[in-house]
């Protein structure tokens, strides 16, 4: 019984030994620093944000984060219609500028 206690013993201490060897050598595998709590990297403009942002955007990876599909799917809903409702604004800018010059003209 206590040799089964001393193998124990040993190997938890070999386990905890390597754990530290592993954990100071390779670290957490970052090449930067993390970042500081509530900091992201994702960008968007502050103006005028375009399907085409909306597509390049890129979201951190977490382990219990949100599935990479559906993120992908919302964002491409998103993209379209921001494309949609722009052109729709642009036709309805040029139509105005168009019925403006119009209606100046005697």
């Known amino acids: 019984m206590q ?3 001393i193998y124990l013993v040993i190997l938890a201490a070999v386990v905890a030994l390597l754990f530290a060897v592993v954990w100071f050598v390779f670290g957490r595998s970052e090449d930067l620093p993390p970042l500081e709590p ?3 990297l994702t960008r968007l403009p502050v103006d005028g944000v375009t399907g085409h942002d909306i597509r ?3 979201f951190q990876l977490v382990a219990r984060g949100y599935k ?6 919302a964002l491409e809903k998103l993209a379209r219609e921001i494309d949609e409702l722009r052109d729709a604004v642009h036709r309805l800018q040029a139509r105005d500028a168009g019925a403006g010059t119009d209606r100046d003209v005697p």
């Open 68 to 73: 990479q599909a559906e993120v992908d799917w």
């Open 38 to 40: 509530e900091t992201t």
């Open 3 to 5: 040799t089964l206690l």
């Open 56 to 58: 390049a955007l890129r």
